[in-house]
């Protein structure tokens, strides 16, 4: 045994040798969700021995977190989870070192009048880069966040596991792990000679509470491992670069579904997600006049429409690239198979919990782990209450 | 040329020379829609010169026609289309032969009551079958279409293309088109002794019209033959079947999308189509509690979600395959990506048409090939009009 308050171990290769045989609570996954999970597990439950796992490093950069639009806004947060809401944002902007946190506003530019907008030319003085970016003819009306913000989920994500650690977790990197029942297998990876990644070794792990946070592949993870039939759906998100100036002043924007998000000087394109992909779709890139992009083609379709009222969008600034390895894409968790689902977790088996991020996780990602960490630490309170 | 009134040639194979040159038009696909556009063609124009083109024989066994569901329903038809759809079902019922003509109600079951709905169990009594299959607590009320009936697709597209052919079209099979600037591009396909398809020779033909009418392929065809793009999608719909008695007699059933169609003595399950799969999507089987079944894992869902208020489906009555190849499935094209969207057709381009069936050809098919063939033809009249 460790002395209390001791940082956990940390393996990051295999000729490190892990011989542990059984955790409290192991978490699968480094994600925002899952890192975040295990960090506010070492607060609420101290007592609770706790191992993190990640197939790769810390933070995971194959899965949703790391291309993430990373944008706070209170649009469309049903009245019921503000308060989660408004906890995520200030435990993002406050607690977790530099995640680029960049409060600015989100502008959702609307083709006629609704409850709160205001014209679109009356912010022109105040947003000048409107003027290039938008027909305000076609889309004359504006509702305005002012509460919005920008910043970096990978930072986070890498900010709560290394704290995590700090407070006492185990940390074991490079490991695919698979659902047993009564605990799982960690299958340490290592990279031969000629580039193969392949199992170095196997081990069993007992564990009371496993916490599956594999975004898009943890619900996969559940069913195969366990024989479960779960309802959440996946989606393949691409997020393309528009190469039109942006800079620390310039909004969010949103048209029809499609965010434009300030970074690195330019824009970078959050498209809509009308619905998951099927099992077993393989992302390819799209045709733009018979010429192949890499962009897929759902998307391809979704800019070509809003063309004519982001003009930017039709001309050499968008990035379509040449094949899919060129635009930035990953795979997202679909809670309920729903795209406007909230960030959830689900006990799919008795300590078998699913966390799931989702297209709303910048918002209310946060939250959503507190609640499920509280929940296993037996914690009755919620620090967004009351 | 042939006297008027003569029948169209047919070339069913490569070791019957092709050296046509040119057509007044060309419909590629002999599915129902292309069989039947041809068809109305050769009444509406018999001066211009028809040229039918299938990839394989007569009807086309491949597409979504041999596969459609064969019901005839006003159910869920727009008030605008009603007669559109009347005159589909009297064209089925009367003009074109055996189609396996079955006159059957159709029945929406309800979980709650609606304008029109009668109580699931006053139904008993006239269809006993209802008893085995509906637990009538959880859907208490149904709507009835009097109206409906069932048949054959694939009945009605051969005997539209036999009866073109008869009226003076000429019909070219095993044969690959592809759209060239102002006609086609015929590949005819040959099997050779190692039984790959290959193509034997092109020839390009000229043509003042080409509709394309070769379901979810046209639009694909369209955009890779001429670099256009069209909003149309596709979706993959597998019918599994229920080995449960059905009879003459027996209706057909609806429950929250899913149609239970009589055929061969048991049911074939038509799923709802929810959304379009993805560009690049290759169906692949499910897992039923972790077994690899045939279909694929959105039907299982909609399969798995209705076992309760439709036991058969929680039996070994449903056959659920051991992988794809064991489920009937087709390709369907979604006239503009919308699941709900009636058949229709498209001039995209000056001369080319796009001709799609789709999940509504049962009701409306006919009629929209029709309205083709009358627009191609200059008539105005339409048969269902005043």
């Not at 406050?94 to 030319?121: H, K, M, N």
């Not at 392949?198 to 599956?212: D, F, K, N, Q």
């Not at 799919?348 to 991020?357: C, D, S």
Request: with cysteine; hydrophobic share 40%.
């Amino acid at each position: 045994m460790r002395p209390m308050g001791a940082a956990g171990r940390v393996w990051a290769h295999v000729g490190q040798p892990f011989s542990e045989r059984g955790y409290g609570a192991v978490v699968l996954g480094a994600g925002r969700m899952g890192a975040a999970c295990a960090f506010f597990l070492r607060r609420l439950a101290p007592e609770l021995r706790l191992l993190l796992v990640e197939r790769g490093g810390l933070p995971n950069e194959e899965g949703a977190t790391v291309l993430a639009p990373g944008v706070w806004t209170a649009l469309n947060v049903s009245p019921e989870r503000r308060a989660e809401a408004a906890w995520t944002r200030a435990q993002t902007e406050r607690e977790f070192g530099d995640v680029s946190w960049q409060a600015r506003p989100l502008l959702e530019l609307l083709t006629r009048e609704a409850a709160g907008a205001v014209p679109t030319p009356s912010l022109l003085p105040r947003f000048p880069e409107l003027a290039h970016l938008v027909d305000p003819e076609a889309l004359p009306f504006a509702q305005v966040d002012e509460g919005a913000a920008t910043y970096r989920p990978g930072a986070v994500a890498l900010a709560c596991g290394q704290r995590a650690v700090r407070a006492g977790a185990d940390l074991l990197l490079n490991t695919h792990a698979h659902l047993t029942p009564g605990g799982v297998r960690l299958d340490r990876l290592t990279v031969t000679n000629t580039h193969e990644v392949v199992t170095h070794e196997s081990r069993e792990v007992l564990a009371g509470v496993v916490i599956v946070a594999m975004g898009a592949d943890g619900p996969p993870g559940a069913e195969h491992g366990l024989g479960l039939h779960t309802g959440h759906g996946r989606a393949y998100r691409q997020a393309p670069r528009l190469n039109t100036p942006s800079g620390e002043a310039t909004p969010v924007l949103r048209v029809d579904g499609l965010t434009l998000r300030p970074q690195h000087g330019g824009f970078t394109l959050i498209p809509p997600i009308h619905h998951r992909d099927p099992h077993g779709y393989t992302p390819i890139g799209g045709r733009l006049t018979g010429v192949p992009v890499g962009i897929r083609r759902e998307t391809l379709e979704d800019l070509v429409e809003r063309m004519g009222v982001l003009p930017p969008l039709g001309t050499e600034a968008l990035e379509v690239g040449r094949s899919l390895a060129d635009i930035p894409g990953a795979w997202l968790a679909l809670p309920d198979g729903d795209p406007t689902a909230p960030p959830r977790h689900e006990e799919v088996a008795p300590g078998l919990h699913l966390l799931l991020g989702g297209p709303h996780a910048d918002t209310l990602g946060l939250a959503v782990a507190y609640d499920l960490a509280a929940k296993v630490a037996g914690v009755e309170e919620r620090p967004w209450e009351g």
